[in-house]
């Protein structure tokens, strides 16, 4: 009688501390998340459609983000982008590099629709708010950063207006993207040669 009450206990105490998470399960549904936050939008984003094609319950689904902000801001993790290699002694090959690697980031299925989808006034704040701080922030950081190095190797004009100088380098990609469907042969190294020379640079 004792072990049998043992033994209840236990699985009592199992219970209550919840399953061990599926971790395949979590990287189904946050990838499936990802691109239904794509490409229908953060408002007719559905928990259910999600479980039913990342192939879970939704039981399942809501112990693990009890609410849609919650998966959502967790799927964004999924759209930073890997970081360039570490900085060489060419800072406008620098700049040309972390350029590149923000158009293969943002050429990947989806990506262009997320933009548009953070940018729709029913998108919850703290989905926002993720988005800017985990792929917006650190591009811009990093860009920022290389150019800052361009001012103390004095490369560039030393009151160069970076804020401007920053959003030109990605907010150039997103104008083209809707004018026309097809990027301009070496983008990046065409955008880096421009903005160095805005700023007082001589490539």
Not at 11 to 32: F, N, P, T
Not at 42 to 59: D, V
Not at 103 to 113: C, D, E, F, I, K
Request: charged share 25%; hydrophobic share 40%; net charge positive.
């Amino acid at each position: 009688m004792y072990r049998k009450d043992v033994i209840e206990q236990t699985s009592r105490a199992q219970l209550r501390r919840g399953r061990r998470r599926d971790l395949d399960i979590d990287q189904r549904v946050l990838a499936v998340a990802s691109r239904h936050l794509s490409v229908h939008g953060y408002e007719a984003m559905s928990l259910k459609a999600i479980a039913h094609e990342a192939q879970t319950t939704r039981q399942a689904l809501y112990r693990r983000w009890p609410t849609k902000a919650n998966l959502a801001t967790d799927a964004l993790n999924a759209a930073a982008d890997t970081e360039p290699e570490k900085p060489t002694e060419d800072v406008l090959a620098d700049l040309t590099a972390e350029l590149s690697n923000f158009q293969r980031g943002v050429s990947r299925p989806g990506r262009l629709s997320l933009v548009g989808t953070m940018l729709q006034d029913n998108t919850a704040p703290q989905v926002l708010e993720r988005y800017r701080a985990h792929v917006v922030a650190p591009r811009r950081r990093r860009i920022r950063t290389i150019l800052e190095r361009a001012q103390q190797l004095e490369l560039i004009d030393p009151d160069a207006d970076l804020d401007v100088a920053v959003s030109l380098c990605t907010g150039s990609w997103y104008a083209r993207a809707l004018a026309e469907p097809v990027p301009p042969p070496n983008w990046p190294s065409r955008t880096a040669r421009l903005v160095w020379r805005a700023l007082g640079g001589t490539p």
